[in-house]
């Protein structure tokens, strides 16, 4: 059913990406693979899919539970978490690990104290089998431990054969600056790795999208509202899956859209209180008032400039506001200026 609201995992849910998905099978073989795009753009079921039609055994570490400055414990506990959904293929190897052990079907790991395993013995010991090691969102694993999951990784990209790491990310910088293969200091430095880039829907396929999706729930709608709901949501499949339902549910237009802007401005709500609560008060505010000046129209340095002056009543540095840009720029939200999700730039009207 294409207006599933969970991610895709079998081929025949999968609408398109056909191409991305064979690009990844066929680089499956591959050390380190990224899938990065926007949120909503289906990272999560193409990833499955793939995993599923590549018949490979894998291991998914989804590291949206993961809060930031996150610690060993909560690192690792979602590696026991999914070790543990695999257990019938790792149990052999895992239960000669000092530092595991299995209870019933459960594997835990200890992260501190006597016989605690490092992630990068970890790896080699899961190398002992071919094994898939999916990273969602993993710009998440950013922040204190980030610099010795690098090292894991560049250590098992050289040594470990029978792993790899597909990694996927919706901050497209953030994770980019994780993997950061061009830095000299960083571990992965040098290494290669191939990106899978996904793009939003043309306007004839969110039609199609659209239109098989309502066929499937036996659900006849106009052209007019296939028009609008293709015109406003841009393409991005999580929307067009979320329009379709609320369009099924409530049979309002308007009503969708709504609930649609309320989802993403609580998003970003999430977001200003990150910075809130990791920097600042101010920092928080300013976060919010770039948003809602971008979202004006503001579209150069200079008019945002002044625009976040006046609502801040009080000027901003120049540093500042360029570490404001880049940042949304890393986690595309923004890009020149301009927001990379319509319903987001709708809902930073509302902040
Ligand atoms: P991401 O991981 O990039 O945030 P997801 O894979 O979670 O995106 O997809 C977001 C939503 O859109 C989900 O409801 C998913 O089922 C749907 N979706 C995304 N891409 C497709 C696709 N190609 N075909 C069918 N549904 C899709
Ligand atoms: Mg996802």
């Known amino acids: 059913m294409l207006f599933d609201e969970r991610p895709k995992d079998r081929k025949e849910d999968l609408f398109d990406r056909e191409r991305e998905v064979e690009e990844i099978i066929n680089n499956i ?26 018949k490979e055994n894998y291991i998914l570490i989804d590291c949206r539970k993961l809060k930031e400055n996150y610690g060993r414990k909560e690192l690792y506990s979602l590696f026991s978490e999914a070790l543990s959904s695999k257990i019938s293929y790792l149990k052999d190897v895992l239960e000669k690990v000092k530092g595991i052990s299995i209870a019933g079907n459960y594997v835990e790991i200890k992260w501190g104290g006597k016989n605690y395993i490092s992630l990068s013995s970890l790896f080699d010991e899961l190398n002992k089998k071919r094994l898939i090691i999916a990273i969602d969102e993993a710009q998440r694993l950013r922040g204190p431990l980030s610099k ?13 054969r029978n792993l790899t790491f597909i990694l996927t990310g919706s901050e497209v910088g953030l994770l980019h600056e994780l993997i950061d293969v061009e830095n000299e ?51 991005i499949p999580g929307w067009l899956t979320f329009a379709g339902n609320e369009y099924a549910t409530k049979g309002k237009i308007e009503e ?25 008060y101010i920092t928080g505010k300013r976060y919010r008032n770039a948003l809602k000046c971008i979202a004006k129209g503001e579209n150069s340095w200079s008019k945002l400039l002044s625009c976040m002056e006046k609502e801040e ?13 880049q940042n949304l720029e890393k986690m595309s939200i923004i890009k020149d200026y301009e927001f990379l999700d319509p319903v987001y730039k709708e809902a930073s009207k509302l902040l």
Do not use: C, M, W
Not at 202 to 219: A, H, V, W, Y
Not at 274 to 280: D, Q
């Open 148 to 160: 010795e999951i690098k090292d894991a990784i560049a250590h098992a990209y050289d040594y470990d």
């Open 185 to 235: 200091n960083s571990p992965v430095y040098g290494r290669y790795y191939l990106e899978i880039t996904l793009d939003r829907f043309n306007k004839e396929r969110s039609r199609e999208f659209l239109q098989r999706g309502f066929q499937e729930i036996s659900i006849k709608v106009e052209d007019k509202i296939i028009e609008e709901i293709v015109n406003y949501f841009d393409g």
């Open 29 to 54: 073989k591959r050390p380190l693979l990224l899938i990065s795009g926007v949120r909503r753009i289906g990272k999560t079921s193409v990833l499955l899919v793939s995993l599923n039609e590549a």
């Open 256 to 280: 969708v859209k709504k609930t649609a802007v309320k989802v993403a401005k609580g998003e970003l709500e999430n977001l200003i209180e990150e910075k809130t609560k990791k920097v600042s």
């Open 313 to 325: 009543g009080s000027t901003i540095s120049t540093s500042v506001l360029d570490n404001i840009i």
